[in-house]
């Protein structure tokens, strides 16, 4: 499966299904599903924002599970501006259904891009 990493609290977000567009510079045209993967980054200042402990927040786990339903490129009537992105002109918006926040996250070693999940942990390499 197709595997993206965020930094938290973003990763969070969309988890519980406050975030449902994933905004970013290039566009990426993949269809299905896609684990969203919790990086070790954390924006202190977020997290606080949005309630959440920067703490304890999750790190280095696989947090949930989105159907990506396509790319637009913004301004996208489709897609409108919220609190959880950047949505300046010119840049993409990847759209998030289907999120399926996991109840327990799946500890997993991220990548920078796109990369392949198998769904294993750490531990079962």
């Not at 938290?8 to 969203?36: C, F, M, N, Y």
């Not at 949005?50 to 637009?72: E, K, L, Q, S, W």
């Not at 501006?81 to 259904?97: A, S, V």
């Amino acid at each position: 499966m197709k595997a993206i990493t965020l930094w938290q609290p973003w990763a969070s977000l969309i988890a519980d299904g406050r975030k449902t567009i994933e905004t970013r510079p290039r566009p990426w045209r993949h269809t299905g599903w896609v684990a969203i993967h919790a990086g070790k980054q954390v924006d202190r200042e977020a997290c606080v924002r949005f309630g959440y402990d920067p703490d304890t927040i999750v790190r280095g786990a696989v947090v949930a599970i989105v159907m990506m339903n396509g790319c637009v490129q913004f301004p996208n009537k489709s897609a409108p501006p919220d609190i959880y992105g950047d949505f300046t002109p010119g840049r993409y918006g990847y759209m998030l259904t289907d999120i399926k926040g996991l109840v327990k996250p799946v500890p997993a070693s991220g990548s920078q891009g796109i990369w392949e999940w198998n769904g294993k942990t750490r531990n079962d390499d």
